[in-house]
């Protein structure tokens, strides 16, 4: 079975730092574009970030450029999400999200984890 | 930054009744790289269709998709009582892939 399930989230003090990860199985990791998609409370849903099946292709929203670091441990089977200076703003769900077709970049997201809420405040 | 909107906000219908919800892009989508997704309250999104028309693995063909450049459609031609959820349309043609602010199906 195609899983995916997130870890990490809590409640974190505004400026504060947050690691979350993503553990996949069932699939060929290493062979799809992973992202992370967040959803703040009673919102629709923000693309946050995209990584390529190797690592070697990021992409980030404007909204967390320079603040939040996506990585993939391939060896693993394991995405993560490392959020600094974290604002009230980013108070999510965040779900990681496998794309639909392997070797692609740009694709939609068919697998999605359960999510796992991050709480900035003080 | 290419920016959908979807109408109606919300829909009040009933069982057995056809649907169709809107979503329309401030800019051509590449492609037709344009996906549906169906969101149950504390549930993840599930996707329905891709490439604007392609329905999803395991998916019931009273869903589909249709539409190119700026406008799409997703048509759902008989409401069954577990497809009351909120539906968002999104674009991964060009970054940032952004969502549509969703369409709420309720039951009336």
């Known amino acids: 079975e195609v899983q995916l399930v997130e870890s990490g989230g809590g409640l974190v003090q505004p400026g504060g730092s947050l690691r979350l990860s993503c553990a996949a199985s069932?699939?060929?990791?290493?062979?799809?574009?992973m992202s992370w998609v967040r959803q703040a409370p009673g919102k629709g849903l923000e693309w946050v970030s995209s990584?390529?099946?190797?690592?070697?292709?990021?992409d980030y929203a404007d909204s967390v450029r320079g603040r939040f670091t996506i990585s993939r441990d391939n060896s693993k089977n394991t995405l993560s999400l490392q959020m600094n200076s974290l604002r009230g703003e980013d108070t999510a769900v965040y779900y990681c999200?496998?794309?639909?077709?392997?070797?692609?970049?740009?694709?939609?997201?068919?697998?999605w984890g359960q999510g796992t809420m991050a709480t900035v405040s003080s | 930054e290419i920016v959908l909107t979807q109408s109606p906000g919300t829909l009040s219908l009933s069982p057995g009744e056809r649907v169709t919800l809107s979503c329309r892009a401030s800019?051509?989508?590449?492609?037709?790289?344009l996906a549906w997704y169906q969101q149950k309250p504390g549930q993840a999104p599930r996707l329905l269709i891709y490439?604007?028309?392609s329905r999803a693995t395991g998916i019931p063909d009273r869903f589909s998709g249709s539409g190119s450049g700026t406008d799409f459609t997703l048509t759902i031609s008989r409401l069954e009582p577990e497809d009351f959820a909120v539906y968002y349309c999104?674009?991964?043609?060009?970054?940032?892939?952004?969502f549509g602010q969703g369409t709420k199906v309720e039951i009336k």
């Open positions: 990584v390529s099946g190797s690592g070697g292709s990021t």
């Open positions: 999104q674009q991964y043609g060009s970054s940032p892939w952004t």
């Open positions: 999200a496998k794309v639909v077709v392997a070797r692609q970049w740009s694709s939609a997201f068919d697998i």
């Open positions: 800019q051509s989508v590449s492609n037709s790289y």
């Open positions: 069932g699939f060929t990791f290493s062979r799809y574009t």
């Open positions: 490439g604007a028309s």
